[in-house]
């Protein structure tokens, strides 16, 4: 079985070094590096490390901090799913944050367990989102009326595939499992989900989901 290769960035010291035996702990994980700051990051990005699938960051750093480190890696290194971590869990934040590009926000004090959850479910699925997450995307949008409205002023047009594809994206889908689920290949699926995103102007996948949510195009129930 093919290993996650995480990454850690965080300044505070202890808590860096509990999250990498964490990682380290968990079988289906590979610590790939630990860096005390965004900089620190991606300089050891351009020479020393082989390719990360999740990165796992603090948002308060000094120097670069976790807004600007997350805008630099989707600009330099799109394939790495950010999982945010951080002290602030304000719901302005939370959807900022995914609008620009993260897969994941997680308060710094949840359960081990989640963080796991969340490693794991953002490989796979490209986002993961608990209620804190949810319930900021939900008191951004408007009521599903308004945001029909909204949603033909901005003249998307979505075909009825790309209403199916995205939404078994929120409901966790795979490429692979959308494939089976509607009878197309995993190619066919990557290109009904690349022109999604096109459409929407939407930065990943967490950003596809956000849309849907927020423009009543998908509910979900916790």
Known sequence: ???????IVDDQNLFRQSLALLINSVEEFTLVTDSAGGQEFLNTLKTTIPQVNVAVIDMDMPGMNGIELNKALHEQYPSIKVIILSVHVNEALITKMINAGAASYLAKNCDKDELILAINTVHKTGFYFNNDALNAIRNSANHRNNSQTILSGLQIALTKREKQVLELICKEFNNAEI??????????????????????????????VLFAIKFGLFEIHF
């Open 1 to 7: 079985m093919e290993k996650i290769s995480v990454a």
């Open 179 to 208: 494939a089976d689920q509607l009878y197309l290949s995993v190619r066919t699926v990557e290109g009904h989900r690349n022109n999604l995103i096109i459409k929407t102007n939407c930065r990943n996948t967490a950003g596809l």
